[in-house]
């Protein structure tokens, strides 16, 4: 498909266990953004990629969190030993860096989300 | 992080009335405001968006205020349809070389509900 593509939709876990959340974003998308968001809150920033370098994980809540795009395309979201507080809908979203219109907009595109559930 | 404060919280609108949703933001540096509609199920999507060197935007029913000196700006929604229920945030940020996207700012949302 033409957008973001995120997978499992849905994923449960139990307490500790690792998860992994996938990310496709739109082909030729140079940046790459995740996303946490909470019920009834807003998106949080979690960390940013630029081809297959990753410029800011300052939103990462803590060393469980670990995120990867090794070619610059796909990316993956790992989480550590899940705990309860992790359980949130995880967005992904990609945006085109250009110099030139329509490209400079810098409009980011987001998938529907893996919704993590941990019991 | 630097916040972004949206209001209200919830709101309910008659068909055909004007929803009102006010976001304030902190950091002077900031130098683009969207605003995006998130549906039950579905990620955000962009809606509209302002730069600081205009006070107002407008595309088709949808109406961006922006008062940089009180550093606040507001999503205006005219004619308010049934089918423009959903959550809507506004956002901040500072773009980077060439107008790409830094990391968003989100503001908590709105949930709007228009009334038929």
């Known amino acids: 498909g033409a957008g973001v593509s995120q997978s499992p939709r849905y994923k449960v876990a139990k307490r500790g266990q690792d998860v992994a959340l996938r990310c496709d974003p739109i082909s030729g998308h140079v940046s790459l953004f995740w996303y946490q968001q909470a019920l009834g809150q807003g998106p949080e920033f979690l960390t940013y990629f630029q081809n297959e370098a990753q410029l800011d994980k300052s939103g990462l809540p803590s060393d469980r969190f670990f995120a990867e795009r090794p070619e610059g395309s796909v990316s993956t979201l790992k989480i550590q030993r899940t705990q309860q507080e992790d359980s949130a809908v995880y967005l992904c979203?990609?945006?085109?860096?250009?110099?030139?219109?329509?490209?400079?907009?810098?409009?980011?595109?987001f998938g529907e989300g893996s919704r993590l559930t941990v019991l | 992080q630097q916040q972004v404060k949206q209001s209200p919280q919830s709101l309910i609108v008659q068909k055909g009335g004007i929803s009102i949703i006010n976001c304030a933001y902190e950091n002077t540096a900031f130098d683009y405001f969207p605003w995006y509609q998130q549906f039950p199920g579905k990620g955000p999507a962009l809606l509209i968006a302002?730069?600081?060197?205009?006070s107002e935007k407008k595309e088709g029913r949808f109406t961006i205020s922006f008062n940089k000196s009180a550093k606040q700006f507001s999503l205006h929604i005219m004619d308010s349809q049934p089918g423009d229920s959903a959550t809507y945030f506004c956002a901040a940020t500072r773009r980077g070389y060439g107008g790409a996207t830094n990391k968003l700012i989100f503001g908590t949302g709105t949930l709007l509900a228009v009334q038929p």
């Open positions: 302002i730069r600081p060197d205009v």
């Open positions: 979203a990609s945006s085109f860096r250009g110099n030139r219109p329509p490209a400079n907009t810098g409009e980011l595109f």
